[in-house]
């Protein structure tokens, strides 16, 4: 029984740290105005203070391998959305379609080559 | 009642990962067949959509803790990460340009419609910065949302294969590679197959989606010329 509880708790210390740096992260967008996402300002204050040992590590792993390993799930209601888009999408399908999967394979072929011949 | 549906994606998605778990080929995606499945469902039936939307709200609400907690594979990888700065970032520059010069260029040999070209510029770029992007150039930002998760689908989905058939091993590079390509799906997808695959990915999300939001401007202002 300590065991679980101390597991759960452990969990809601590692979720409520990061809804903090989320929400710092929205603040920096709020004030700034810039067009980057308060998640991505999230993102790099937390892996600022992981670096600067303000933040442990271990303590971060519950909720974020929760978060990781289910982050495909979370996407299934986004890609259902695409639904709402059908009539945008097909009135230009073919333009969208080529841009899409070519300059998709280009940038996978041009970022995996170059980083590949740098470090080689 | 309504939360039926969030427990129907639950459900649909553990059930086809199970299934699609044996067979290899990269179209056994769940996520890809899940997202048919209710898409088909509410295309065919008289089942209300805006339900299913608003009962799933949470898992969309997560996404955004789940892109913070990029920060914890990134930290796992830091001390690869601190050995090749320059190679990261020169890879990462040369990957926005040319997703934003090659979407351009095929896009225009099809249309000359400037909404359409300024939508299309942001789309290898996470949801949010695109939509941010399209509403400062003039595009059509639900547009963009959409091409966005089609893009990165569609890396999510052929990226490795394609990486590795053209010989590209490297798992940092093949990070980069989706991260930059097909951001959060595509990293998702990278987290799966990899640590540093994973934290590589991230990388590219957050370099890429920053570069692309400096640089649209200058590619917007292109488009206005043609």
């Not at chain 2, 991230?202 to 488009?223: H, K, N, Q, R």
Request: proline fraction near 4%; glycine fraction near 8%; charge should be positive.
């Amino acid at each position: 029984m300590m065991k679980i509880s101390s597991t759960f708790t452990n969990f809601l210390k590692s979720a409520a740290i990061i809804l903090i740096f989320l929400y710092l992260g929205k603040g920096i967008t709020a004030i700034s105005g810039l067009p980057i996402p308060g998640a991505i300002f999230g993102l790099l204050l937390l892996f600022l203070a992981l670096n600067l040992r303000f933040i442990r590590y271990h303590t971060m792993l519950p909720a974020s391998s929760f978060l990781l390993s289910n982050m495909t799930l979370f996407f299934v209601p986004v890609g259902v959305g695409l639904l709402q888009y059908g009539a945008l999408l097909s009135q230009h399908w073919l333009a969208i379609t080529a841009s899409s999967v070519l300059s998709t394979v280009v940038v996978l072929l041009v970022v995996g080559h170059c980083y590949q011949r740098l470090t080689k | 009642m309504i939360y039926l549906w969030a427990i129907a994606t639950i459900v649909v998605f553990l059930l086809l990962k199970k299934l699609l778990t044996p067979i290899t080929s990269p179209l056994a995606n769940p996520l890809l067949w899940s997202m048919s499945f209710f898409i088909l469902l509410f295309s065919l039936s008289s089942l209300d959509y805006q339900q299913y939307k608003q009962a799933n709200q949470l898992f969309i609400w997560l996404l955004e803790p789940a892109v913070v907690a990029f920060a914890i594979p990134l930290f796992n990888q830091v001390k690869q990460i601190k050995q090749q700065v320059a190679a990261i970032l020169i890879s990462c520059s040369a990957g926005v340009v040319v997703a934003m010069g090659s979407g351009l260029a095929v896009a225009y040999a099809f249309t000359s419609d400037k909404h359409l070209l300024l939508s299309l510029l942001p789309k290898s770029v996470t949801s949010p910065i695109a939509m941010a992007i399209a509403n400062q150039t003039g595009g059509l930002a639900a547009l963009s949302a959409a091409v966005v998760i089609a893009v990165g689908l569609l890396g999510a989905l052929g990226g490795f294969t394609l990486l590795k058939w053209c010989n590209i091993t490297n798992p940092q590079a093949q990070g980069l590679a989706m991260g930059c390509s097909a951001h959060a799906i595509g990293t998702a997808k990278a987290i799966e197959t990899g640590k540093e695959e994973g934290a590589f990915s991230s990388l590219a999300l957050v370099i890429s989606g920053i570069l692309t939001a400096i640089l649209a401007p200058v590619f917007a202002w292109i488009i206005q010329g043609l």
